[in-house]
C-alpha cells in the first residue's frame, strides 16, 4: 500500500509527517513511501535523505495513486473532497473547529484518523501528538519569555552584586505547563505554577516548582481534562489569582478545555498591575488566549497601571513549527507509530475493536465517528 507524505501548504508550519527515520520504519512494515519534494526541507531532511531511506520522492502527490495520506495540519475541506472513496489520512485535523473539512472527509467517504482524538491511555503515548508537541511547545515558550525578560531568570552572586532569580509563574500544569515549568526551573529562576486539577499540584512539585494553591473547589472532567468553570467561579478564580500575578516577573500561560476556547485566566487588569519589563506568553492565544487582549504572532506592550513602564505581551503562534526538527521527529513517530498499530501484511486495515484506532477515528465510510463532532457537524 502507497503512504504518501505531504509537503505542508499552511504559511508558518514547518514540520513534517515523516522523517527518513519514520520512512525507514514504515518500509519495514512492507509499505510504499512516497514524499512530495521539499516536504522536509524545514526541518532539516532533504529529498535525497528521503531517498536513501527508500523512500520515493514525487514533485506532487495525486491522491488518487495512494492508499494513506499523512499530513500535519488539517486538511482543507476543497482538499478533503478530492480524496477518492477509502483513503486513509493521518494528521491532525482540529475537529471542534475544522468542521467544514469534517465533513467533507465523511462525504468523500475518507477514513481519516484525528491525532488529536488518540485515547491518552499508556498503550497509546508513542502515539499521542498533542503530547509531544505540547512538549515542544512548553519548551519554547519559556525561551521566548526569556529572551525578552530584560533581566536574568538564575540567582546571581557576584562581586559587583547580587541578582535576584526571576520569578516565574505557570498558569495551566498540562504537559506544556509542565515542561515549561521544567525549562524555567533549568533556567534557573524561581517557579510556582497553578491548574485547576488538583492532581496537577504533585506533578507541579514533582518537576520543582510551589504549587499556588487557590480557595476554588476541583473541576476535574472526563479523561483526566480540566471541565469549563461557571463564569462566577471564572471570574473568583481572577481575583484570586490576582496577587499572584502581580508579584511575578514572567507568566506563561497554557490553559485549555479540549474542543474549547481557552479560558480568560488574566484581565487586562491584572496584567497592568505587573511590574514594568514583566514578560507574558500566552501559549494559548491562537484558541482565544487566557490573557485579555493578546493577539496571536504579535507581541503587544501594555502600559503598567503606574504609567512607570510596560509589559510584554506576547501571543505565541505555531509554537511547535518553531523548532520543526526536533518537533516532526516526534510527529513523525506518532504518525509512524499509529501506522504499525494498523498495518497488516504491507496494508493499513483499520481494526476498530481496538479501542486506540475506535478513539482516533474521526470519520469512516461515509459517517462521523466522533459523536461530539458529528453532533456539531448537523
Ligand atoms: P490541555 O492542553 O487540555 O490543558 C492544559 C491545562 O490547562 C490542563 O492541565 C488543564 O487542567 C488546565 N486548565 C484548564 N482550565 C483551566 C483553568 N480555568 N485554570 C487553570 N488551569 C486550567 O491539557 P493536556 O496537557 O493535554 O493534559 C490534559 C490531561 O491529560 C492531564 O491530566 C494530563 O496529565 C493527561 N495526560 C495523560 C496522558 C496519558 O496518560 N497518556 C498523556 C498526556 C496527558
Known amino acids: 500500500m502507497r503512504v504518501g507524505i505531504a509537503r505542508e501548504r499552511l504559511r508558518g508550519e514547518r514540520r513534517v509527517a515523516a522523517t527518513p527515520e519514520t520512512v525507514t520504519q514504515l518500509k519495514a512494515l512492507g509499505l510504499e513511501v512516497l514524499v512530495e519534494s521539499g516536504?522536509?526541507?524545514?526541518?532539516?531532511?532533504?529529498?535525497?535523505?528521503?531517498?536513501?531511506?527508500?523512500?520515493?520522492?514525487?514533485?506532487?502527490?495525486?491522491?488518487?495513486?495512494?492508499?494513506?495520506?499523512?499530513?500535519?495540519?488539517?486538511?482543507?475541506?476543497?482538499?478533503?473532497?478530492?480524496?477518492?472513496?477509502?483513503t486513509v489520512t493521518v494528521g491532525l485535523a482540529s475537529p471542534a473547529s475544522e468542521l467544514a473539512t469534517v465533513a467533507a472527509l465523511a462525504t468523500a467517504g475518507v477514513t481519516a484518523f484525528a491525532l488529536e482524538l488518540v485515547p491518552r491511555i499508556s498503550r497509546a503515548q508513542s502515539m499521542d501528538a498533542l503530547t509531544s508537541q505540547s512538549l515542544v511547545s512548553g519548551y519554547r515558550v519559556v525561551l521566548e519569555a526569556a529572551i525578552r525578560f530584560p533581566r536574568f531568570f538564575p540567582l546571581y552572586m557576584t562581586a559587583a552584586g547580587t541578582i535576584p532569580p526571576a520569578r516565574v509563574l505557570v498558569l495551566g500544569a498540562g504537559?506544556?505547563?509542565?515542561?515549561?515549568?521544567?525549562?524555567?526551573?533549568?533556567?534557573?529562576?524561581?517557579?510556582?505554577?497553578?491548574?485547576?486539577?488538583?492532581?496537577?499540584?504533585?506533578?507541579?512539585?514533582?518537576?520543582?516548582?510551589?504549587?499556588?494553591?487557590?480557595?476554588?473547589?476541583?473541576?476535574?472532567?472526563?479523561?483526566?481534562?480540566?471541565?469549563?468553570?461557571?463564569?462566577?467561579?471564572?471570574?473568583?478564580?481572577?481575583?484570586?489569582?490576582?496577587?499572584?500575578?502581580?508579584?511575578?516577573?514572567?507568566?506563561?500561560?497554557?490553559?485549555?478545555?479540549?474542543?474549547?476556547?481557552?479560558?480568560?485566566?488574566?484581565?487586562?487588569?491584572?496584567?497592568?498591575?505587573?511590574?514594568?519589563?514583566?514578560?507574558?506568553?500566552?501559549?494559548?492565544?491562537?484558541?482565544?488566549?487566557?490573557?485579555?487582549?493578546?493577539?496571536?504572532?504579535?507581541?503587544?506592550?501594555?502600559?503598567?497601571?503606574?504609567?512607570?513602564?510596560?509589559?510584554?505581551?506576547?501571543?505565541?503562534?505555531?509554537?511547535?513549527?518553531?523548532m520543526p526538527a526536533d518537533a516532526s521527529r516526534l510527529y513523525a513517530k506518532n504518525v509512524a507509530n499509529l501506522l504499525a498499530l494498523m498495518t497488516v501484511d504491507g496494508a493499513v486495515t483499520p481494526d476498530f475493536t481496538d479501542e486506540v484506532v475506535a478513539g482516533a477515528c474521526l470519520t469512516h465510510a461515509g459517517t462521523i465517528r466522533h459523536a461530539p463532532t458529528a453532533a456539531a457537524v448537523t
Not at 514525487?58 to 478530492?82: I, K, N
Open 175 to 322: 504537559v506544556a505547563g509542565l515542561q515549561a515549568i521544567a525549562t524555567a526551573k533549568r533556567l534557573g529562576a524561581r517557579v510556582s505554577a497553578y491548574d485547576v486539577r488538583p492532581a496537577s499540584a504533585d506533578e507541579v512539585t514533582s518537576m520543582g516548582g510551589t504549587f499556588v494553591n487557590l480557595d476554588l473547589d476541583a473541576v476535574e472532567g472526563a479523561g483526566g481534562y480540566a471541565r469549563e468553570l461557571s463564569e462566577d467561579r471564572a471570574v473568583r478564580q481572577r481575583e484570586l489569582l490576582a496577587p499572584y500575578v502581580a508579584a511575578a516577573d514572567v507568566m506563561i500561560t497554557t490553559a485549555a478545555i479540549p474542543g474549547r476556547a481557552a479560558p480568560l485566566l488574566v484581565t487586562h487588569d491584572m496584567v497592568t498591575a505587573m511590574r514594568p519589563g514583566s514578560v507574558v506568553v500566552d501559549l494559548a492565544a491562537e484558541t482565544g488566549g487566557n490573557v485579555e487582549g493578546v493577539v496571536a504572532g504579535q507581541d503587544t506592550l501594555v502600559p503598567t497601571e503606574g504609567g512607570d513602564g510596560t509589559v510584554t505581551l506576547v501571543g505565541m503562534k505555531d509554537a511547535p513549527s518553531t
Open 39 to 86: 516536504a522536509g526541507a524545514e526541518s532539516g531532511h532533504t529529498d535525497a535523505s528521503y531517498t536513501g531511506a527508500g523512500a520515493t520522492v514525487v514533485p506532487q502527490l495525486t491522491p488518487g495513486d495512494l492508499g494513506v495520506y499523512c499530513h500535519v495540519r488539517p486538511l482543507t475541506p476543497e482538499f478533503a473532497a478530492t480524496l477518492p472513496a477509502g
